[in-house]
């Protein structure tokens, strides 16, 4: 069945399946050694199961519908469901600008903050290499004081210049009991060297910098992990897990130790979304105009669609042309046209003042910038009903108008009464796609007016265009602050909005009852 | 043969296919690799001399990604993660700030020899909590240049400006009398030089508690030069457009950046680096001067090439030789840094830009980035300009942009 349906069959077809089969394990082997080289085992996981999955789909002979299902299915899963699935897990996190990285990851950045230089800012000439017993064994010289030190991960000890040998610019180029490393074997080496620590005796050690150069260091701050605490040894402040992702000064909470960590928050980023007045405000303005957006970016391209392919129905003169002419627009790049008509309305510069002799800054008014973003959307989506009418109408019966003028209807009754409702109950699937669709149109927004205008001295936080996506997008990356957790919110509430509508009209048009 | 063997064959085919695919990244195996981003204009120049940098860390390779634009760049930052992210960034001085706060840079332990190559500005504007976090590899400044087929000499005054472009507007066909290639950031020498700026200072040290953007100078003198009867902008000062209207030789002053350069000479403008002057003779605006520079991110213990980073960022970026030689490279030269190398710079733009730098005003990221009055800096600044220009009341619309920038100060001199 399946190789009659795509016109193969016998030893080609065979050889034919096997081949892609093995071009897409090849694939997904290569990927597999990609994601278990750079540690990332949920992603190699995934990738095992897209691998057997394929397989059993193809090469069992009991999956045959499966053949048809199991490319989409894994399509589907990885651009679709993973997504939301990370979406939904993110928004109930502290996800934010100083709180991103995971808490061992912040543990190890706040230690590494702690690893203060003396105050004399004290460096060595560092010869590293190993000692006889394969351990890490240096020479630090520190030019200052002209002290030589053989170091090991135990201590050091003074030793004299008859223990070294210098080049004649005064470089270490050999010493007692250490074979040095060679270039390959310490870049190797790096972030074990990168954490060596050579005792100096007085709390202080001296820690790699680089190839030939090691600083004088003190750890101000430890992690006590019996505890979960840290300590600043110098001040004896104690810092606490604050259960937000930050270790806060146990005398101070308002003192934050930087950085922070990614930290589960639960509900915390909606509640602030319907709650906190500065987030709710904003958020409820966008809303509203999202909603008032979507339905008028649909209205509009549906009545001037459905109109021109009314008008063009009848056979006219020069009708060809006029169908090519009206696609024009949905055939050029949407965010090429965008930008284009972002010239036009130019306040200095653009076409539309200058051609109408006026001076009207189209940006800087909320209520013009609206105006623009639904005229340049029709503009881009009308083309798009004109065709999807064009073919409904067609797929109209002509006698059921015939009839509806035999019982004396008009041309004007028969199309409201009888045209018009079965119209909407074809394209109901494709009007609602449509409004899924802008309720998500973020690059006309992004592209025409930046969701502007905002008008910061007003104390306005979104723009007079955004919509949710763009106000999310502003959230999440608009600025060097983000708020990744709160956006992830924002973007649950428009899938379950967008969800829910396209649900309830679908059941409404039934449109889905013959599936 | 029958239809088994040939899916017997076909499955040994495909997982010989899949075995030998497996050898692939064990063949390609890569060298430790130091990996550094920057965006459209550093990263060739750095992709270019290579070589120079592969000097400074035996047994590393480096290699360079260049990104189209410095907003592309900065998108890529934040979705780096450890598999993908740099080892080092070139960045503006703000990641200072955003970066210690988020883990994603590390602090560096920098020798007192390298500290003293910087002035204490350069340095003081990467360090957070009394850590550095960048090594400063130039200022980001604009200066004053003037075209000198419109105006032969460097203006005295901004009455002489003034008075130019009211006299030669319609004749010369003037659109504005100053502008400004880079917004309300770029326009803070009119600012300054109209009596106005953001914070006040005490000796050199800025002084956060006293906001200076609605001073009683500023207001004055911004109804004198910025606005005209209808109380609407009379077009002698503007901060959009500016980079089509000098080019066209429609504007006798500008403020520009080290980028912005090579467009206006391509353009063909014959000009002259000078001085924004203030109101009276022998005063001047002041610009920000911020820095950009070369971070280590805290991807670079992840990859296992912490210290050769860290080693490549002292001796190539910190060095004298480094920064002669990525200047070099650069087809826009900018102020250098580090002030040895600054002053063998020979580039009469990279020069004048320099000057600029000096008489400039040290960029203090934290205030004007900090949020807590509603707005930043940045957002407020511009849009008090616009509606100041639109015809709003001058004196309501600076006293709000006043207040909410005193609250984001306040919160910021707290941190």
């Known amino acids: 069945m399946f190789y009659a349906l795509v016109g193969l069959r016998g030893p ?108 004399a800012g ?157 987030l709710r405000d904003p958020f409820i303005k966008v809303f509203i105009w999202t909603i008032a957006f979507a339905f008028l970016s649909v209205g509009t391209t549906f009545a001037v669609g459905m109109a021109l392919a009314i008008a063009l129905q009848d056979p006219i003169k020069f009708r060809r042309f006029y169908r090519g002419f009206l696609i024009l627009p949905y055939a050029i790049p949407s965010f090429m046209s965008i930008l284009i008509w972002r010239g036009l309305f130019n306040q200095e510069y653009g076409a539309i003042n200058t051609l109408f002799g006026l001076d009207v800054a189209w940006f800087e008014s ?100 955004d919509i949710l996506i763009s106000y999310a997008y502003k959230t999440a990356f608009g600025t060097n602050f983000q708020n990744l957790g709160l956006s992830s919110a924002i973007s649950m509430v428009m899938f379950v909005i967008v969800g829910s509508m396209s649900l309830y009209t679908l059941k409404k048009s039934k449109v889905l009852n013959n599936l | 043969m029958t239809k088994k063997r040939y899916g017997v064959v076909g499955a040994i085919a495909a997982a010989a296919l899949a075995v030998s695919v497996m050898a692939v990244p064990t063949a390609f195996a890569a060298k430790k690799s130091i990996v550094i981003w920057a965006d459209d204009t550093r990263g060739p120049a750095l992709e270019s001399i290579v070589k120079q940098m592969e000097a400074e860390v035996p047994g590393y390779k480096v290699s360079v990604r260049s990104f189209a634009s410095y907003d592309a760049l900065g998108t890529a930052w934040d979705k780096a993660t450890a598999a993908t992210g740099p080892d080092i960034i070139l960045r503006d001085g703000s990641l200072a700030l955003s970066g210690s706060k988020s883990g994603k840079i590390q602090s560096l332990i920098i020798s007192s020899t390298t500290r003293a190559a910087f002035s204490k500005a350069a340095i003081g504007a990467l360090t957070v909590k009394a850590r550095v976090y960048g090594i400063p590899t130039d200022a980001d400044v604009t200066g004053m240049v003037y075209n000198t087929a419109l105006m032969a000499k460097a203006p005295k005054t901004m009455q002489e400006i003034y008075d130019y472009y009211t006299a030669n507007k319609t004749s010369k066909g003037l659109t504005n009398g ?77 403020l520009v950046g080290a980028w912005n350069m090579d467009g206006i000479q391509k353009a063909g403008i014959k000009y002259a680096w000078g001085s924004l002057p203030g109101v009276t003779e022998g005063t001047f605006g002041n610009q920000w001067v911020g820095y950009s520079a070369a971070y280590l991110t805290s991807y670079a213990t992840k990859h296992g090439v912490r210290i050769g980073a ?66 930043d800096w940045y957002a407020v600044s511009d849009d008090a300009l616009k509606d100041i220009f639109a015809g709003k009341d001058l004196n309501t619309t600076l006293d709000k942009a006043a207040a909410i920038l005193a609250k984001n100060f306040a919160n910021a001199a707290k941190s």
């Open chain 2, 178 to 254: 100053i502008c400004s290639f880079n917004g309300t950031w770029g326009a803070q020498p009119v600012l300054t030089a109209l009596g106005g700026g953001t914070w006040g200072y005490k000796g050199t040290t800025a002084n956060l508690s006293k906001v200076v953007f609605n001073s009683p100078a500023f207001k004055k003198n911004a109804k004198k030069y910025l606005l005209g009867a209808d109380g609407k902008t009379n077009g002698f000062f503007s901060y959009s457009e500016c980079d089509s209207a000098f080019k066209a030789g429609k504007v006798p002053v500008a």
């Open chain 1, 122 to 278: 004290t460096t060595y000439d560092l010869f590293l290499g190993k000692s006889s017993d394969d351990q890490f064994a240096a020479i630090l010289f520190d030019p200052v004081r002209s002290q030589l030190l053989y170091a090991t991960e135990r201590g050091t000890r003074p030793i004299s210049e008859g223990d070294i040998t210098r080049d004649s610019t005064g470089f270490i180029i050999e010493a007692k009991g250490i074979v040095k490393l060679t270039d390959e074997e310490f870049s190797g080496l790096d972030e074990v060297i990168t954490n060596l620590r050579f005792p100096l005796g007085d709390g202080s050690f001296a820690n790699p910098q680089g190839t030939d150069v090691a600083a004088r260091l003190t750890q101000s701050i430890e992690y006590n992990k019996n505890k979960d605490q840290l300590i600043n040894v110098q001040s004896g402040e104690i810092f606490i897990d604050n259960g937000e992702g930050n270790f806060v000064s146990k005398d101070d909470p308002s003192f934050k130790l930087d950085p922070g960590w990614r930290a589960f928050s639960g509900m915390d980023n909606f509640k602030s979304l319907f709650f906190d007045k500065n």
């Open chain 2, 310 to 375: 860290n080693q490549l960022l002292n001796r190539f970026f910190a060095s004298e030789e480094g920064q002669l030689a990525f200047n070099e490279a650069q087809k826009t030269p900018r102020p250098l840094a580090h002030l040895s190398a600054s002053e063998k710079t020979k580039d009469l733009d990279a020069a004048g830009l320099g000057q600029a730098s000096r008489n400039a005003v040290p960029q203090l990221n934290g205030p004007l980035g900090d949020k807590t009055g509603g707005a």
């Open chain 1, 366 to 465: 909320p209520w013009l910038a609206r105006f623009a973003v639904i005229l340049v959307n029709l503009w881009l989506g009308f083309p798009y009903m004109y065709l999807i009418g064009s073919g409904a109408l067609q797929a109209i019966p002509s006698e059921i108008e015939e009839a509806a003028a035999i019982d004396g209807a008009s041309e004007k009754q028969a199309f409201i009464t009888i045209k018009l409702p079965l119209l909407l109950q074809i394209l109901s699937p494709l009007l609602i796609a449509s409004f899924a669709f802008n309720f998500n149109n973020f690059n006309i927004i992004y592209l025409l007016t930046g969701g502007g205008p905002t008008n910061a001295i007003d104390g306005e936080v979104a723009g007079a265009t």
């Open chain 1, 12 to 119: 080609l077809a065979l050889v034919l399946k096997y081949a892609l089969l093995g071009a897409a394990d090849a694939l997904l082997i290569l990927l597999l050694s990609a994601a278990i080289n750079k540690s990332s085992f949920i992603i190699a996981g995934v990738v095992i199961a897209t691998l057997i999955f394929l397989n059993y789909s193809f090469i069992t002979k009991g999956a045959i519908p499966l053949k048809f299902l199991s490319v989409g299915l894994i399509f589907f899963t990885i651009f679709v469901v993973t997504p939301t699935g990370y979406t939904i897990l993110m928004s109930t996190y502290n996800f934010k600008t100083g709180n991103e990285i995971a808490r061992e990851s912040a543990i190890v950045e706040i230690l590494n903050n702690g690893l203060l230089p003396d105050d």
